[in-house]
């Protein structure tokens, strides 16, 4: 187990710098840069003393290595371009915890919502109910977060008037339902199908038919019996979804206006800001392999029959 | 809907690749099947009618793309503009109907590309095995851990800043870009990052497939490798690439929306479904028709390629399952 940890944690290392060698290299080989300005374009000589004060003046090893050490010494992922008063720690530090909020809220909503969607759709196979469950599991599951975004908006804000269109006042505010519902909605759609259709294949099986037999009553066979055992390709498909809802992120937080880390990546790359896309890719990227770490270890926590070698 | 979902249940049923002799009536048997399917008939039906819509795109619009009316922008549907106009005074229906154009060629064009590069890669992989095969499963392994999103944004940020401005070998390539409104851009940010996915389904199958009986007397009779591999190995492995590009055609719809959402994707004035919605939802409070046509554009096409590649999953190989 100890070694496995060890094994998987080392293993972040070449993936982490596999993605900064190859967004780094992207965005240097893009023509073009952050001083790039459609009006008022700056004179030469401004641009070369920008260039000499961020040090992209530079050979690029040196700025390869140089940015990679400050990153890993000082925790300084460099200067925003866009946003001189503001390094990139601080703007994460700013915009990151919202996003964190409204992520964390949507998986949980959407583990809790979508495995209860289908425990009772696979306890209750073939009736509307179930119906009804399949019918949003398939719409939801194939409708992408930025056609939902708008609908809902239009729908609960400008038709029904009982939540705002954006904005962002905290977790636990009105502002945050839209949010979170919408992220929330692809993986809960996903959970109902997989937990449905997983729930039902451990219902036929033996052990639940002996469970009934000797007598247990129905909610320990449910919870002890068909659910524990059914967790599996449950936690799989949450897992899948965790790097959704940090993309899904950027479209959530632009249309409703939420002040997150998807947001402003999404303007930083429109604005070329070089070190911020980056101290923002670095850091989703370790996000997701992090939370796919987490999910690998919950499976020997579900079944002790797992084994990490 | 819910018939998919039987026949999933209902487990594997009596088809197999196993023995050549079947080869033909293989995909017989899967196409009456299909047909048995009601969702993926309906959504078969869709997506030729969306194709027809984006073929006779010029004959069918009643404005072009490109018509400018500033003095009638935000109408409201009525009878000259059925779904009403934008912020630029353009027709929306018309936008819609051009749009279909983009998300269609999208769709199975970056899906061809990712079937021509993840194929051969995955069956060289899962072929020869050893430390090629390693080589390519620890880059694929490393791609993986990053969010695609994430991935195609910074490749198209690439694109977009380099290929207008490539000249010498590539010069043809940035005046196509131009030319298609920065389609192929769109095209070869999926190619470069969604391969993975298809050469990773290929070399699981050849490496199943390579231990078979028949595979083993083809290399005993001495047939060469690249023989083994283009008649035997790719042929049989093909039924769950059919099922996975289907698949994978919404998806790339949806992320080219998605990109040209955020203004990564298609060149304006070129009309993308995302675009649209990026620009309605500017004006949400005031005009949400112009969210909510082709928020319903994408939804409906995305269902039905989901509808069409389930069905065909469960038509060509009904122990397939989830996958």
Known sequence: ?309 | MSQSEQIRLAGPSAATFESPARHRSLWVDAFQRLLRNKAAVIGLGFILFVVLVAIFADVLAPYSYRDQDLGSVYQPPSREHLLGTNQYGKDVLSLLIYGARVSITVGLVAQLIIVLVGVPIGAISGFLGGRVDMIIMRFVDIMYAFPDLLLIIIVMTFIKGALPKAGGPLAPLARLNELTGGLLGVFIALGLTWWLTVARLVRGQILSLKERDYILAAQAVGVPSRRIMVRHLIPNALAPVIVAATLGVPQAIMMEAGLSFIGMGVDPPTPSWGMMIQEGAHAIRGYPYLVLSPAAAIALTMLSFNFLGDGLRDALDPGMKDR
């Open chain 1, 1 to 309: 187990m100890t070694r496995y940890l060890v094994r998987r944690v080392l293993l972040f290392i070449p993936v982490l710098l596999g993605v900064y060698t190859l967004v780094f290299f992207l965005m240097r080989a893009t023509p073009g840069g952050p001083w790039d300005r459609a009006e008022k374009p700056l004179t030469e000589a401004a641009i070369a003393r920008l260039n000499a004060k961020y040090k992209l003046d530079r050979p690029l090893y040196e700025q390869y290595f140089d940015y990679i050490w400050g990153v890993v010494t000082r925790f300084d992922f460099g200067p925003s371009y866009r946003n001189a008063t503001q390094t990139v720690t601080e703007i994460i530090a700013q915009f990151f915890p919202v996003s964190l909020q409204i992520g964390a809220a949507a998986m949980l909503l959407a583990v809790v919502a979508g495995v209860s969607l289908g425990t009772i759709s696979a306890l209750h196979p073939n009736t509307w109910i179930d119906y009804l469950a399949v019918l949003f599991s398939i719409v939801g599951y194939s409708v992408p977060v930025f056609v939902v975004a708008p609908v809902l908006v239009v729908v609960f804000a400008v038709w029904l008037k009982w939540l705002p269109t954006g904005g962002w006042d905290g977790l636990f505010t009105k502002s945050a339902i839209l949010p979170v519902v919408t992220l929330a909605i692809a993986p809960t759609a996903a959970l109902a199908r997989y937990s449905r259709a997983s729930i039902l294949e451990v219902t036929r099986q033996d052990y639940v038919r002996t469970a009934r037999a000797k007598g247990l009553m129905e909610r320990a066979v449910l919870v002890r019996h068909i659910l524990a055992n059914a967790l599996i390709p449950i936690v799989t498909v949450a897992g899948l979804y965790l790097a959704f809802v940090v993309t899904g992120s950027f479209f959530v937080e632009t249309i409703l206006r939420v002040p997150g880390i998807g947001r402003y990546f999404v303007k930083s790359i429109q604005a070329r800001d070089y070190p911020v896309i980056m101290g923002t890719t670095l850091l989703l990227a370790f996000l997701v392999t992090f939370m796919n770490l987490i999910v690998d270890l919950l499976y020997g926590f579900l079944d002790p029959r797992i084994r990490f070698e």
